[in-house]
């Protein structure tokens, strides 16, 4: 699949089945940082981190996983777009900014 196939896939994805095809899409460094952001807010974003132990630790793990690599730098920014407000409501999206949430991961990306 290509970077805009992978993207769509994961927009329809069943967040209820394994986590498998999703851990191979954070693992890859040709994924595009908008498909990495819509992986992280579709895991629960920091919610899930917060949430009681033993409750899906993959996910869990997963979610601390694509966080670290997108505030790192490990994916790049290309043609594809995703604005994590468009999965927030716009109380969230404050309470977020103002808990001090890394704008990386509240800012829009758009296509170059």
Same mark, same amino acid.
């Not at 394994?18 to 579709?42: C, G, Q």
């Not at 869990?60 to 043609?79: I, Q, S, W």
């Given at each position: 699949?290509?970077?805009?196939?992978?993207?769509?896939?994961?927009?329809?994805?069943?967040?209820?089945? !394994?986590?498998?095809?999703?851990? *191979?899409?954070?693992?890859?460094?040709? #994924?595009?940082? =908008? #498909?990495? $952001?819509?992986?992280?807010?579709? $895991?629960?974003?920091?919610?899930?981190? #917060?949430?009681?132990?033993?409750?899906?630790?993959?996910?869990?793990? $997963?979610?601390?996983? !694509?966080? *670290?690599?997108?505030? =790192?730098?490990?994916? #790049?920014?290309?043609? $594809?777009?995703?604005?994590? =407000?468009?999965?927030?409501?716009?109380?969230?999206?404050?309470?977020?900014?103002?808990?001090?949430?890394?704008?990386?991961?509240?800012?829009? !990306?758009? =296509?170059?």
């Amino acid at each position: 699949m290509d970077a805009a196939q992978t993207h769509e896939w994961v927009q329809r994805y069943n967040w209820d089945d !394994v986590l498998a095809p999703i851990r *191979d899409i954070v693992n890859n460094s040709d #994924t595009e940082f =908008a #498909t990495a $952001l819509l992986i992280y807010w579709r $895991l629960e974003g920091p919610w899930l981190a #917060t949430g009681p132990v033993g409750v899906n630790d993959d996910a869990k793990a $997963l979610n601390e996983l !694509v966080r *670290d690599r997108l505030l =790192a730098g490990f994916y #790049t920014k290309g043609r $594809l777009r995703f604005d994590p =407000a468009e999965e927030l409501t716009r109380t969230q999206v404050y309470k977020l900014r103002k808990a001090g949430m890394p704008s990386e991961l509240l800012q829009p !990306v758009w =296509a170059e």
